[in-house]
């Protein structure tokens, strides 16, 4: 175990299980397991764009101090997006130049709290938003997928994947309202997850919309993200990732339906693997069917979200026109015209489509199928990066409020990652980690880093 731990460390491509069982054992203090990241970063970032701001003296003072909590010395950086006392938060936006956090999000106390070294602030989409192209007008130009960097990172968490695949940070979090949180862990082959809404804490994050808006953490590995949700929530999602899959009852959502194209080949491909792999470890496999189409629920959650979010950024649209970028200018615009009675009917469908769900729960403990349909496509290219963040099968569990992650299940013959997504009942995080884990634990793809 030394060993394995010598090497991680040396190469710097450690999980933060190994992490948290080297600084137990002494191999390695919270000041040297920082200085790998900041290494990383100094090395890296100035290609990749993951971090908009580090706070090397703020981590050096934190990783000094005595251990104590469940990820006490544990690396970690958050979408800037979310406020950190005497740091800047801008959301990547020229409306907050200059601002700096008077206290801390509700989600870095708690990280705090549980000993968790914060590293900075990672790169966004303006607000944490917007229609899914990206226009290079920012303040910060947007981050580069570290597999290949003519490639998008998947949006609006748009660091975070890239800081925890390449080892810059062991954590990430960011905020997902139909995927954001989801889709940049599935770019950079990372695993991303939401939890049922309510049990991570959204107080002191820039809001994007009223009610899809959910906090989650990037982790190179499933088993990384249960203890950290396990260190914060106290829900034993560890312990019950490690009972393996027998009888598991998985339902596979192989099917895209109408609206939306097939997944890439290579992606459904990977599905089918991975299914025999859960299925020869004892999973009890079945085809299902969403009660609507995904794109039906994309058309469902873009009302809601476009809509509520012109609400929440009025002021910006009306004043600062100048001042905004083209993709969130876009975005508001499209929820400025938004009317009434189709926010109403949205909201309708959102609550039929919830309330028709539970039917798909007495047969199944998990639903799998694809994430995003296509591959990371080339950044700035479009239609390609739209598409990755429209056409997916993310929004389901978006709408309906449902646990879900995202996996990284192969790569693709050009060296891009390839993933899945998982989803659960509300409450029911358990089963999710119970396939991840497993999966993981059978397969390869955890020893692959982005060179």
């Not at 290079?136 to 695949?165: H, K």
């Not at 309330?355 to 290219?381: I, S």
């Amino acid at each position: 175990m030394a060993a394995l731990h010598a090497h991680c460390i040396q190469s710097r491509h450690f999980t933060l299980a190994e992490a948290l069982a080297a600084l137990d054992a002494g191999v390695v203090s919270a000041e040297g397991l920082l200085d790998s990241c900041l290494a990383v970063i100094a090395a890296r970032d100035a290609d990749l764009y993951a971090f908009l701001h580090v706070d090397e003296v703020g981590a050096r003072t934190a990783a000094r101090t005595p251990r104590r909590g469940a990820l006490a010395g544990i690396p970690w950086a958050i979408k800037d997006t979310f406020d950190v006392a005497g740091l800047p938060a801008t959301a990547n936006s020229r409306f907050r130049e200059g601002r700096i956090a008077e206290s801390d999000a509700a989600l870095v106390t708690g990280l705090r709290g549980q000993g968790a070294v914060l590293l900075g602030k990672l790169s966004t989409w303006e607000y944490g938003t917007g229609t899914g192209a990206e226009h290079f007008d920012l303040p910060a130009p947007p981050a580069r997928n570290p597999w290949d960097v003519s490639r998008f990172t998947g949006g609006s968490s748009t660091g975070a994947g890239v800081a925890v695949a390449t080892g810059m940070a062991l954590l990430a979090f960011g905020s997902d309202t139909t995927g954001s949180v989801r889709l940049p862990a599935a770019a950079t082959g990372c695993c991303g997850l939401v939890m049922t809404p309510g049990r991570l804490p959204l107080e002191g994050a820039l809001p994007n919309t009223f009610s899809l808006d959910r906090p989650g953490p990037i982790t190179w590995t499933a088993e990384d993200a249960a203890i950290v949700l396990d260190a914060l929530h106290g829900t034993g999602l560890h312990r019950a990732g490690k009972a393996g899959l027998g009888g598991l009852r998985i339902g596979v959502l192989r099917d895209a339906g109408p609206g939306f194209p097939a997944p890439d080949a290579e992606l459904a491909a990977a599905l089918e693997a991975g299914l025999d792999v859960l299925s020869s470890r004892g999973a009890d496999i079945a085809d299902a069917v969403l009660p609507w189409p995904a794109a039906t629920c994309l058309d469902a959650a873009r009302l809601i979200g476009a809509a509520e979010s012109a609400a929440i950024h009025e002021s910006e649209l009306l004043d600062g026109k100048d001042r905004i970028g083209a993709a969130l200018r876009d975005k508001l615009l499209a929820g400025s015209s938004v009317r009434a009675v189709d926010y109403l009917a949205a909201q309708r469908f959102r609550r039929a489509f919830s309330e028709a769900m539970p039917r798909l729960w007495t047969k199944f403990d998990v639903l799998l199928g694809f994430g995003a349909l296509h591959l990371p496509p080339r950044l700035g290219v479009e239609p390609e990066s739209s598409a990755y963040t429209s056409e997916t099968m993310l929004t389901p569990a978006s709408l309906a409020g449902l646990p879900a992650l995202v996996q990284c299940n192969g790569f693709s013959r050009s060296g891009l990652p390839l993933h899945w997504h998982a989803m659960a009942p509300q409450g029911g995080e358990a089963a999710l980690f119970r396939l991840a884990m497993s999966y993981e634990a059978a397969t390869p793809w955890r020893q692959r880093r982005p060179s």
